[in-house]
């Protein structure tokens, strides 16, 4: 498994929760030199972006989580963690993290390496 993400679990709303992604094998080598995001699938729905992160550091948000939303690496480098808060029922989903997008735009589904995902459900 090159991707991993985990921290999910159920929570009430107004609650925070922190996701982790950890990456290694070959994606490690690339993680923090790349642009690395956290997606999200709620049941029914397609996949959509939340956030990401250049690897100069800038920090990309869906209009839905910002200001609640946190990207950032970690230490070491091949962590990436995604800190939600005031969370919302709305934002039930499986959250997904991914490495090194292949368009040149972190909004787009289109990175090189996929994890497994996460659930996180909200009640309300």
């Known amino acids: 498994v090159q991707l991993q993400a985990s921290g999910g679990g159920l929570v009430q709303a107004g609650d925070s929760l922190r996701l982790s992604c950890a990456a290694s094998?070959?994606?490690?080598?690339?993680?923090?030199?790349?642009?690395t995001a956290w997606f999200r699938q709620a049941p029914g729905k397609e996949r959509e972006f939340v956030a990401a992160i250049g690897w100069t550091g800038n920090t990309y948000y869906a209009d839905s989580v910002e200001g609640r939303f946190s990207v950032s690496r970690g230490n070491p480098r091949n962590y990436m963690y995604l800190l939600m808060n005031g969370l919302k029922p709305e934002d039930t989903a499986v959250y997904y993290c991914?490495?090194?997008?292949?368009?040149?735009?972190?909004?787009?589904?289109?990175?090189?390496?996929w994890g497994r995902g996460t659930l996180v459900t909200v009640s309300s």
């Open positions: 094998g070959a994606t490690a080598r690339t993680f923090s030199t790349s642009t």
């Open positions: 991914a490495a090194r997008s292949l368009s040149g735009s972190a909004y787009e589904p289109r990175y090189a390496s």
